[in-house]
């Protein structure tokens, strides 16, 4: 995967002086792939035309990605800062990057899987109080509950999932100083206990340990494997999935792209309703509302992939029931 360059969706620094200063300016930043981003940005575009602004008219957009090297975050920050953006968008990791970098300037926050008031991007829910506030995947209950949900949907697919025996839980702890990874193992420990099975941690610190971690989780002979949500991850996934494949086994995770790219099961919130509601807070914000008044929101959409190709080539048979309630089904 290529790392550290700008994203090609950026203007190219000779193309700054041709924006109309005038207008405000949107500035969005992204620790992901370009590939991922596409269907994003056009969310967060989405939910500011939904407020009545008109891109070129009301507005100026600019954007930034990662390519999942997150040390370059800061810079990027620094880059679009230099432009003086009326609000920030900013999704995951890239939200605290700009928070911690510029603390003074306003941004929409998405994207984010951790409390925003544990690690200090607001003061509460209701009231953020700062120059920050933005929407949440977590819906009451936090990732705890998804991950229990989540659970809930395997082994509705995969029945007799207490006699697997064992399932690894490939993860980074040390992204967002672990708080989400320890959510979800919290979450994963608590019904399988419930359920009679055990997991396994298989830690991921760099992409060089993603051969190095699925082998060692196959050579403990694991029967079934969850994918953290961690960005580390999810920023990777083209790299990751060909190691699940070769797995064999049956998968389950967090985010629709990965139930696209190849897991059996994804449930999560739903990403590009995110964006586009940051958008919406984007738009607010450039007519003058403070973000310490807009109140954070929690998730109320959420999406469940089922990944049919996989289910067949694992010789798995998926209920009807789940069928049904998928809002995705990938043949």
């Known amino acids: 995967m290529q790392v550290g360059g700008g994203a090609a969706i950026a203007l190219p620094m000779g193309a700054w002086a041709q924006k109309d200063t005038k207008l405000p300016l949107v500035a969005v930043l992204f620790p992901g792939t370009e590939e991922l981003f596409k269907s994003r940005l056009a969310a967060v575009r989405l939910g500011l035309k939904d407020e009545?602004?008109?891109?070129?008219?009301?507005?100026?957009?600019?954007?930034?990605?990662a390519s999942g090297d997150f040390s370059q975050l800061p810079r990027f920050a620094r880059e679009l800062d230099a432009l003086r953006p009326r609000v920030f968008v900013a999704a995951a990791t890239a939200a605290g990057v700009v928070h911690s970098v510029l603390p003074?300037?306003?941004?929409?926050?998405?994207?984010?899987?951790?409390?925003?008031?544990?690690?200090?991007?607001?003061?509460?829910?209701?009231?953020?109080?700062?120059?920050?506030?933005?929407?949440?995947?977590?819906?009451?209950?936090?990732?705890e509950s998804l991950t229990a949900k989540r659970l809930g949907f395997f082994k509705e697919l995969v029945p007799k999932i207490e006699l697997l025996g064992m399932i690894g839980v490939v993860w980074n702890p040390q992204s967002l100083q672990g708080v989400l990874s320890r959510q979800e193992e919290t979450a994963l420990q608590e019904v399988s206990s419930q359920l009679g099975f055990r997991f396994e941690n298989y830690a991921?610190?760099?992409?060089?340990?993603?051969?190095?971690?699925f082998d060692k989780a196959l050579s403990d002979e694991v029967n079934a494997l969850y994918i953290s949500g961690d960005p580390l991850l999810t920023v990777n996934i083209s790299r990751v999935i060909p190691h699940v494949l070769a797995a064999g086994k049956p998968t389950f995770g967090a985010y629709p792209d990965w139930g696209r790219a190849?897991?059996?099961?994804t449930y999560s919130t739903d990403a590009l309703d995110g964006f586009r509601r940051a958008g919406v807070?984007?738009?607010k914000i450039v007519r003058g509302v403070k973000p310490a008044n807009l109140p954070?929101?929690?998730?109320s959409k959420f999406w469940l992939v089922v990944n049919l190709k996989t289910a067949k080539q694992l010789g798995i048979s998926v209920p009807p029931n789940l069928l049904m309630l998928a809002d995705e089904v990938i043949e």
Not at 204 to 213: G, L, Q, S
Not at 262 to 265: E, T, V
Not at 296 to 299: G, K, N, P, T, V
């Open 52 to 65: 009545g602004l008109v891109e070129g008219q009301d507005y100026v957009l600019e954007t930034r990605t």
């Open 104 to 143: 003074d300037r306003q941004l929409v926050f998405t994207a984010m899987a951790v409390d925003p008031v544990t690690v200090g991007l607001a003061e509460s829910y209701r009231k953020p109080g700062g120059t920050a506030t933005g929407n949440v995947m977590n819906t009451v209950g936090g990732e």
């Open 204 to 213: 991921i610190i760099t992409p060089d340990d993603f051969e190095r971690v």
């Open 262 to 265: 190849g897991l059996l099961l």
């Open 281 to 283: 807070y984007a738009a």
């Open 296 to 299: 954070i929101e929690q998730a």
